[in-house]
């Protein structure tokens, strides 16, 4: 896993067409800003029931939240 240090405002590049924006850092979060195309899929990890099937979107289901 590369692990980088960044400040708000300062981004990074995945690829030729994923930028990742660091938007806000506070006491227990991270606020990211996600450049990418329409087509790529975008999904927080903890809504994927199979982590495997994480590229493909038609493969993800969502879990159900706990009442």
Do not use: Q, W
Not at 33 to 48: H, T
Request: aromatic share 2%; hydrophobic share 35%; net charge neutral.
């Amino acid at each position: 896993m590369l692990v980088l240090s960044r400040k708000p405002g300062e981004r990074i590049r995945i690829g030729d067409d994923v930028t990742l924006t660091i938007v806000r850092i506070g006491p227990n979060s991270v606020r990211l800003g996600i450049d990418a195309p329409r087509s790529m899929s975008i999904v927080r990890e903890e809504l994927c029931v199979n982590f495997s099937d994480l590229p493909e979107a038609s493969h993800m289901t969502e879990k159900t939240p706990s009442p």
